[in-house]
DNA sequence: CCCATGACCACAA
DNA sequence: ATTGTGGCCATGG
C-alpha cells in the first residue's frame, strides 16, 4: 500500500487528535502541533482545522482554540457564535470569546488507538 | 513564478 | 510585562 502523502498524514493526525478531545473539553493548536513534534506549525494546524468541513467525519473544531483560550476562529464557523454557543452547550463556559477557567478545561492531546 | 495571507506560537529586545 | 518579528507549510491571486 502506498501511503505516501505525508501532509495528508498531518491532516489526518490533527484530525485524530481532535476528534478525540471529550465533551466539555478543549485545547490548543500549540497543543496538537507540540504533539506532532511541530509546535511551530501551529498555523497548518488551523489551516487543517479550515479543511475540516471538508472531512466527512466530524471535526468538533469548535473545542479547538488558541494558546489563550479565546475562540479565534469563530468567524470561520457557520456562524460566528456557532462556536461559542456550542462550547457552551457542551458545559464549556465561555464569555466574550474567552474560554472561562480554561485550565480546567483544557485536554491535552494524546492517541487513544 | 512571485507575493501575500492565514482558525498560531515562541523568542528577542 | 509588552511589543515586534520570525517561522512554520500551504493555498490563493
Known sequence: MSEKADKNDFFELVFAVVAQIPEGKVTSYGAIANFLKDKRAARMVGWAMNAS???????PAHRVVNQQGLLTGKMHFETP???????QAEGVVVINDQIQNFENVFWQPKIEA
Open 53 to 59: 468541513h471538508k472531512q466527512k467525519r466530524a471535526i
Open 81 to 87: 457564535t456557532a462556536m461559542q454557543e456550542r462550547l
